[in-house]
């Protein structure tokens, strides 16, 4: 039975039946108010100031947009000091971390005994000078390039010992 057959048997309808369902249709319940449109025929000339083009704000919608902008950049600018502050925190404390786990490494103490000799005498000899009234800029300079040298010759000594006695990690 094809389907021709059984529309053609069931084809008995009323012409109510027949008919196509209504439209839907919207209500409008707007009010056609023409209060907030423009009136072009009346006489008012918006006028500008005649600097109007040199400024560098022209429009409210303008420097809405630069001030958010500005906070924006405020905003990523206190985020990346609050990262690098972290990272400075978190490498004091590896650092830390480092000197006390290397604390009795002979490098390590003897390069500490060497430096605080060193700085100590220098410091006191300088202050004989200045007492007595002879620190002059050559004295000072003097005692410039002993530091100078002392490290140098300290960077090339550690990393010869630090051969023979590896810092921890």
Not at 39 to 60: A, L
Not at 81 to 108: E, F, I, M
Not at 129 to 152: C, D, M, N, P, S
Request: charged share 25%; no cysteine; proline share 5%.
């Amino acid at each position: 039975m094809s389907y021709a057959d059984i529309a053609a048997k069931n084809s008995e309808q009323t012409p109510e039946e027949a008919r196509a369902n209504p439209v839907p249709e919207l209500v409008n319940t707007e009010s056609t108010s023409t209060s907030s449109l423009v009136d072009v025929d009346s006489p008012h000339i918006s006028s500008v100031p005649s600097n109007f083009e040199s400024q560098d704000i022209k429009t409210s919608t303008q420097a809405d947009r630069i001030e958010r902008e500005t906070e924006d950049k405020a905003r990523q600018a206190e985020a990346k000091a609050k990262a690098k502050a972290k990272s400075l925190r978190d490498q004091a404390r590896t650092g830390g971390n480092r000197v006390r786990d290397n604390a009795d490494n002979p490098v390590v103490i003897g390069n500490t005994l060497l430096s605080v000799a060193l700085f100590g005498a220098l410091g006191y000899g300088a202050y004989t000078k200045y007492r007595v009234g002879e620190l002059t800029w050559k004295v000072v300079g003097f005692g410039a390039a002993i530091l100078g040298v002392f490290g140098v010759a300290d960077f090339y000594a550690t990393q010869y010992l630090f051969q023979k006695y590896p810092p921890k990690k």
